[in-house]
């Protein structure tokens, strides 16, 4: 046993004889799933602890449809009592749990693992969670998660399905440190957010680590397993830049891949330093119907660069919507998914002002097209932040156009009522004030008013939560569409 985990046993076991850590009620209450109550996702994320890391293990046997074997260790802190101990985890068998080092009982209900300790546990001590489980790639993609490609696995997890491939707490309120480690057959590359630390070869295997240096929430894991290359140049500073692409796509990908560090100059003139440890660019050969900000390696499909359907400023252009995530998303995480405008708008904005540039659509014209259609998309899916919930018994689609183009909308109208110096310095004191944290609508708000110099409140309320889209400071003869009339149930 390593000499942290016997101090870590040593210090709760001097606990317990002490009285601190009560016996388990005498008629404990049902396991049952539970969440923290987000509009849009009530049943993720769990009350009672904070996670601090998570260690992940992963060993891929080299079908991409076959479960690998696992072992997520998670180091938290309790923030209350607990006699259980709630996991987001589905799409995978649980063989074992231990807590603090002590074999522990467990349950599933739902898609939540229910871990019952030995002895209830206090607010305020450490919690050290070792699960022994399979990570199954599951008979399809369509609910996220794992996702196959031509020669192995890649990961999309956005909103909701990191726990379909590990057991955590899958809330982006609650981000973590996070290390991977992946064992592979020798012929196959593996590789994961963050920067390599470490490789150990054993017999005809391969196991990789990779560490973040930054928190990171659930959703923004990645993991790729494949016949890759992995391709390495430098960015603003000597930042290390790392693609990692089929091997047979090299001289294809290059000239798109050599123009990340322009992109990534261009950002930080927006809005300042880059915030993490690293970047690149995951080109899968699948097909998903997005891209996604994965934090340090954001995935894209390969057809995205391969075909000939888009101009090069679009292609461009949704590269730096990706990057742009890096800061506004995963840097700074919605603390809510009713925050999600916070992401989509701002990778938006700095989408259509880089295609701008590049010989793409006018911003301003975009923003009237979308000011146009503004009106339909609240009738449709609710304001920017505050989107409609699913209906009973239908999934949630919240990745809707009111939160992308509604959501720069937005912010251009901020920029026309502040105007351009203001609306810069909130972009560079945002990224750099909420820097590695989760932060609100109500955050943003508050911020804009500081660096603006007056209440913003009731002028953002009515762009962010109005049913009706505002008149458009600077542009009084812009008309928003009537919503289409909902159509009447056909019983």
């Known amino acids: 046993m390593p000499p942290s985990l016997r101090r870590l046993r040593t210090v709760l076991l001097a606990t317990a004889s002490a009285g601190l850590i009560a016996a388990a009620p005498p008629a404990p209450v049902p396991p049952a799933a539970l969440g923290i109550g987000d509009p849009l996702f009530p049943t993720l994320g769990n009350p009672g602890y904070d996670v601090l890391s998570y260690d992940i293990g992963l060993t891929y046997g080299g079908r991409n449809t076959e479960p690998l074997d696992a072992t997520t260790v998670i180091r938290a802190r309790t923030t209350e009592p607990l006699d259980r101990i709630n996991l987001d985890f589905a799409r995978g068998e649980v063989r074992s749990v231990e807590v603090n080092g002590f074999t522990a009982g467990f349950t599933t209900e ?3 693992l229910i871990v019952t300790p ?7 001590v450490p919690l050290r969670l070792t699960v022994r489980h399979t990570s199954d790639p599951g008979p399809s993609t369509d609910s996220g998660g794992w996702v196959r490609t031509r020669d192995g696995l890649a990961m999309a997890n956005q909103a909701d399905a990191a726990h379909r491939v590990f057991p955590c707490n899958d809330h982006p309120s609650d981000k973590a440190y996070v290390t991977f480690r992946i064992t592979t057959p020798d012929a196959l590359t593996a590789v994961a957010n963050g920067l390599p630390a470490g490789v150990r070869h054993r017999g005809t295997t391969t196991t990789r680590t990779f560490r973040t240096e930054h928190p990171m929430a659930t959703e923004l894991a990645q993991v790729s397993i494949g016949t890759s290359a992995v391709l390495r140049r430098e960015g603003p500073g000597g930042l290390p830049l790392r693609d990692v692409v089929p091997a047979a796509d090299q001289a294809v990908l290059e000239p798109w891949l050599s123009r990340t560090p322009a992109q990534m100059e261009w950002m930080e003139r927006q809005v300042g330093p880059y915030p993490f440890e690293t970047y690149g660019l995951l080109v899968a050969d699948t097909v998903t119907g997005f891209e996604l900000e994965t934090q340090t390696l954001s995935l894209f499909e390969r057809r995205l660069f391969t075909e000939e359907a888009h101009p090069a400023w679009h292609v461009e252009s949704v590269m730096v919507h990706e990057l742009a995530h890096q800061w506004f998303g995963d840097s700074v995480s919605p603390a809510s998914w009713s925050d999600l405008w916070l992401n989509e708008g701002h990778a938006s904005w700095y989408e259509a002002r880089y295609a701008e540039e590049r010989g793409g659509p006018a911003l301003e014209r975009r ?13 449709a899916g609710g304001p920017p932040a505050r989107p409609l919930p699913p209906e009973p018994g239908q999934k949630l689609d919240l990745f809707r156009p009111v939160v992308y183009d509604g959501g720069a909308l937005v912010l251009y109208a901020l920029r026309q009522e502040i105007g351009a110096p203001a609306f810069d310095r909130l972009e560079r004191a945002w990224t750099r004030r909420y820097r590695d944290a989760s932060a609100t609508t109500s955050d943003f708000v508050r911020l804009a008013s500081q660096e603006a110099g007056r209440d913003l409140t009731a002028f953002l309320d009515g762009w962010l939560h109005g049913e009706r889209t505002p008149a458009m400071p600077g542009h009084p003869e812009w008309r928003a569409a009537a919503p ?4 009447s149930p056909t019983g």
């Not at 030995?118 to 305020?124: D, K």
């Not at 923003?367 to 339909?376: E, F, K, P, V």
């Open 367 to 379: 923003m009237r097209d979308a000011y146009t259609r503004s009106d339909g998309w609240r009738a």
């Open 110 to 112: 739902a898609e939540d």
């Open 118 to 124: 030995p002895a209830r546990l206090p607010a305020g």
């Open 484 to 487: 289409a009339p909902t159509p």
